[in-house]
């Protein structure tokens, strides 16, 4: 008879570390290799997860396999976690440990090879601001629509969208469009305006303001019509036909021909005289 003996440990090449990149999906792959030289090959490889550092915190889910079959002396494929596994994960950092034996039975294990960061909670939108009724004829307004994300990765950006119809219908002014970029808060409170460059693409008239918010795991939420906004740039209109009155008066009695027009949508408000003994 003969004797197979191999009491040489497998190895483990971690070549991860960590994944900062916030995840919102099971799309990731990690690069960790294993490699046996005894002779008997690689069996499988098992990992076990934590809530925490060297093995601590919640038990996600203990030592399991999740590569099997190898039966060679190298395993160099990144691979990823699996649907199975990624659902239990929790919110933030889950620490991932593996272990790997060979056909001998002899096996290798690294604490925390990797981490891996979840948020699949999507950010809310708090529209505080049902319209802004007061027409504008610059863009020096601000709006009451906060954000907040409860997901763990913090907030990246704000975009807005702007139509001249309601649920993003009618004449696309502003297709989406970064308004607030770089937040890096769980929340964002602050009244926001759109700016001189934005209310320059607005018509005149109505104009209906969507808002997205995304986060750094890629999760986004959006609001139809989170406000709108009246534009008016166009001055009123004067058209003397009354050249003078050469009549003298000694009462309020006489009419004048001067016409008053407005065409950007706001419509007339008052119109003011002023008298003086000299032209001009």
Do not use: C
């Amino acid at each position: 008879f003969y004797i197979k003996k191999d009491v040489t440990l497998p190895s483990i090449t971690d070549n991860q570390l960590g994944d900062d990149t916030w995840r919102n999906a099971d799309t990731a792959v990690y690069n960790v290799d294993f490699a046996d030289t005894g002779g008997s090959l690689l069996q499988r490889a098992q990992i076990k997860i934590t809530t925490g550092a060297a093995q601590t915190g919640t038990l996600i889910t203990d030592w399991a396999d999740h590569i099997t079959g190898i039966n060679a002396a190298s395993y160099t494929g990144d691979w990823g976690l699996g649907s199975g596994v990624w659902n239990l994960l929790q919110s933030g950092g889950n620490y991932v440990s593996v272990r790997v034996y060979d056909n001998a039975s002899n096996l290798q294990t690294v604490t925390d090879a990797f981490y891996v960061k979840k948020d699949t909670t999507v950010p809310v939108i708090t529209d505080n601001q049902a319209g802004d009724d007061a027409w504008r004829n610059s863009g020096a307004a601000v709006y009451n629509v906060d954000f907040t994300d409860a997901g763990g990765s913090l907030m990246k950006q704000m975009e807005v969208k702007i139509t001249t119809g309601a649920g993003q219908t009618g004449t696309l002014l502003l297709d989406w469009t970064p308004l607030l970029t770089g937040i890096d808060s769980a929340s964002y409170a602050s009244d926001w305006g759109l700016g001189a460059s934005t209310f320059s693409l607005l018509q005149s008239g109505t104009n209906y303001v969507s808002v997205r918010v995304s986060d750094y795991a890629g999760s986004q939420a959006a609001l139809t019509d989170a406000f709108y906004v009246r534009k008016d740039t166009q001055a009123p209109v004067i058209t003397d036909g009354q050249a003078g009155e050469n009549v003298w008066r000694n009462s309020n009695s006489g009419t004048y021909n001067v016409s008053l027009a407005d065409a950007g949508g706001s419509l007339l408000s008052k119109f003011q005289v002023r008298a003086s003994t000299v032209p001009g």
